[in-house]
């Protein structure tokens, strides 16, 4: 089976083994994707808007010194893709409200009925108390197979078989539910109103939105569904803003490019996705996963720690330079303490600086620095003055400022002690391997006569 994911995995094998240079790989490898999007149902014009981005940063950007080019586009590709399926941050899938009205739209057969369910059932798991309203008075099994499900699920049920306007059925199910304290209401919409009747649909939509004023509308779309996805998002977005998009049946085999052009078409970001039948079968949109599944993780795992390892590395080479320029002080240190979490503590920092890494304390323990604590420090840095950030020396010769911050940064004045020691410490420490370092320059070979120390 050719489809998005086991396509784009050959692309990337036949860009990284090609012996042609490297505009022209690019070149083939941009269109071997484009043929594959389109194939996927990935609207033309995303296609060629994403591609054109990936071959622009291609060819303007200068991979890191240790990086090479080829693996520095892998990297280019990935993010880009990211950014195609919504971004690098995760939604926030939790309401910001409460009550909190999500209304569900989308043609027939998207899965909506399951998808509200499958809402229901994630929500009330997280401490919520959930109603359903079912306002698809168009398919007749509508009703009661959502009844079932909430039964199921153990949440509230709405709906009237003997009404038939749909704004109606919502707009009285709405008041049911708020009166039973409901804190999120989801709305089953119909998806269809017979053959050629889709401005129906829309106008019907409108109605209901009018009516409950929802706090969200989120488009249901079957993976599967193809070139229309692009043009049909567009439809539903004009009728009712598409705060969000949740895509069905993942776990077929679907194509899933039509989902990307409703991203792209809509602007909204994936929440949700479904992966099989059942009720529990949903999970939060994830989309550096999910590039990551697209572009074969186990191929360019290698490639992207690659990479990103000598990146930090660039950094930590950076950072000892600045410390060795001699103008420590607490803006470094923050700086230093926000990077530790990736790059490792400042002892790292301070063996990386040629020819010193043997005047290093053998016992780092006064270098490490507790996870809590840098936050603690953190906090207590942004408590100070550009000055005092400048000249952390102010601190000791005037006592009234540490308690000022301590009080700023809700902590004790022995916590703003503590840091005060922990920068004279590092002070004390770099002052002796500078002096150390243009000893030996004096005497000469000071590196080389380190390094075999
Ligand atoms: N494999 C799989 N099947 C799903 C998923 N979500 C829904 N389905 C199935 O898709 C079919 C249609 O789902 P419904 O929920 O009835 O669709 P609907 O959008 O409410 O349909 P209308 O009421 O006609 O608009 C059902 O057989 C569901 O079981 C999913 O994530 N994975």
Do not use: C
């Not at 086991?6 to 990337?12: Q, R, T, W, Y």
């Not at 622009?56 to 693996?71: I, N, T």
């Not at 509230?156 to 003997?162: I, Q, S």
């Not at 085999?253 to 970001?269: E, H, P």
Request: glycine content about 8%.
């Amino acid at each position: 089976m050719s489809n998005i994911f086991s396509g784009i995995k050959e692309a990337i094998k036949k860009f990284l083994s090609s012996t042609s240079p490297y505009e022209q790989s690019v070149e083939e490898f941009i269109r071997e994707l484009q043929r594959i999007l389109i194939k996927s149902d990935v609207n033309v014009k995303v296609v060629f808007e994403f591609t054109s981005k990936i071959r622009k940063r291609a060819l303007e950007e200068k991979p890191p010194q240790g990086v090479s080019r080829r693996d520095w586009f892998i990297k280019i590709v990935y993010e880009e893709l990211i950014s195609l399926l919504g971004g690098e941050e995760e939604l926030n899938v939790l309401p910001k409200k409460k009550p909190y009205v999500i209304m569900l739209v989308g043609v027939q057969g998207s899965g909506k009925t399951t998808t509200a369910a499958k809402l229901a059932w994630y929500y009330k798991n997280r401490g919520y108390r959930v109603g359903l309203i079912a306002a698809d008075t168009f398919r007749a099994g509508a009703y009661e197979q959502l009844k079932q499900l909430a039964e199921k699920v153990g949440v509230e049920f709405w709906g009237d078989k003997g009404l038939n306007d749909p704004a109606e059925i919502s707009r009285k199910g709405l008041e049911y539910h708020l009166s039973k304290k409901a804190e999120i209401i989801i709305i089953d919409t119909a998806g269809r109103h017979g053959y050629g009747e889709e401005s129906k649909l829309i106008d019907e939509m409108k109605a209901i939105a009018d009516a409950v004023k929802p706090d969200e509308v989120i488009l249901v779309l079957d993976a599967s569904i193809g070139q229309k996805a692009y043009d049909l998002a567009k439809k539903f977005h004009e009728a009712t803003p598409i705060g969000s998009i949740i895509i069905t049946k993942l776990d077929g085999t679907a194509k899933g490019g039509g989902a990307i052009s409703a991203i792209a078409a809509t602007g909204a970001k994936v929440k949700f996705v479904g992966t099989g039948e059942k009720v529990d079968e949903i999970e939060p949109f994830r989309p550096k996963n999910f590039a990551s599944r697209i572009l074969g993780m186990g191929d360019i795992e290698a490639i992207l720690e690659r990479v990103y390892s000598t990146m930090s590395q660039n950094e930590l080479e950076e950072m000892a330079d600045s410390l060795m320029s001699g103008n420590l002080n607490m803006k470094l240190i923050y700086k230093q303490i926000k990077q530790i979490r990736s790059m490792g503590p400042i002892g790292k920092i301070l063996r990386m600086i040629p020819g010193l890494s043997m005047s290093l304390p053998e016992d780092e323990g006064a270098l490490k620095v507790s996870e809590k604590k840098m936050d603690m420090w953190l906090n207590i840095i942004n408590s100070m003055t550009y000055e005092e950030m400048e000249k952390p020396e102010l601190l000791e010769r005037e006592k009234s400022r540490i308690r000022r911050i301590a009080i700023g940064a809700g902590v004790a004045q022995e916590d703003v002690r503590e840091l005060l020691n922990y920068y004279n410490y590092i002070k004390k420490l770099l002052k002796q391997l500078k002096r150390r370092k243009s000893l030996l320059k004096k005497f000469g070979g000071a590196d080389e006569f380190l390094e075999e120390e």
